[in-house]
């Protein structure tokens, strides 16, 4: 019994498979030079903002003006923090090739 396709089909294989090396090299990621610098200003607006806000809350800044508004700038400055600063680590981690970390966890607003 004979199978001429299959023979056929192994024959093709064995041949030329017109790859070629640039095929499997993985291209050099962009770097998302909008959502690094975004996550930088969200770092340090979230720093300031937990800072004058815990000065304000403890009473070390005892302006008038400023007594109520300790409170919300720490819940502001916390919420720019966290997300800053997972996003700065994740950069930080990316451009200095540690394994698993790489810009394309980043997003990018080009997408």
């Known amino acids: 019994m004979k199978f001429p396709r299959r023979a056929a089909r192994f024959l093709?294989?064995?041949?030329?498979?017109?790859?070629?090396?640039?095929?499997?090299?993985?291209?050099?990621p962009q770097l998302p030079w909008k959502s690094?610098?975004?996550?930088?200003l969200l770092f340090i607006i979230g720093i300031v903002g937990l800072v004058i806000g815990s000065?304000?809350?403890?009473?070390?800044l005892d302006s008038p003006d400023w007594l109520d508004k300790g409170t919300?700038?720490?819940?502001?400055?916390?919420?720019?923090?966290?997300p800053g600063a997972y996003h700065v680590g994740l950069a930080y981690y990316a451009y200095q090739e540690y394994d698993g970390y790489t810009f394309d966890q980043i997003p990018d607003f080009d997408d």
């Open 12 to 28: 093709q294989l064995n041949g030329q498979t017109h790859f070629t090396e640039g095929q499997f090299i993985a291209p050099t």
């Open 36 to 40: 690094i610098a975004l996550a930088a």
């Open 55 to 60: 000065l304000l809350n403890v009473g070390i």
């Open 72 to 82: 919300p700038l720490l819940v502001l400055g916390a919420l720019c923090f966290i």
